[in-house]
């Protein structure tokens, strides 16, 4: 959530959950936005597991 609002300057809120970064901001690569949106998704599984995997895939 706070790399939503570091990049858009607002709180990502959608009724059915589903954030993409880039509806908000422009220029940013699909890769950020993709990560971005994973590490928001509401269901415990569907996010990432550790802060090592949100590293590693924000990273590549």
Do not use: C, Q
């Not at 589903?18 to 949106?37: A, F, M, N, Q, W």
């Amino acid at each position: 959530m706070i790399g939503h609002e570091l990049l858009t300057g607002a709180a990502p809120t959608r009724d059915d959950g589903t954030v993409h970064t880039r509806d908000v901001v422009t220029g940013i690569p699909e890769g950020l936005s993709t990560v971005l949106l994973k590490s928001l998704r509401t269901a415990k599984m569907e996010r990432y597991a550790s802060v090592a995997a949100f590293k590693r895939d924000l990273l590549s």
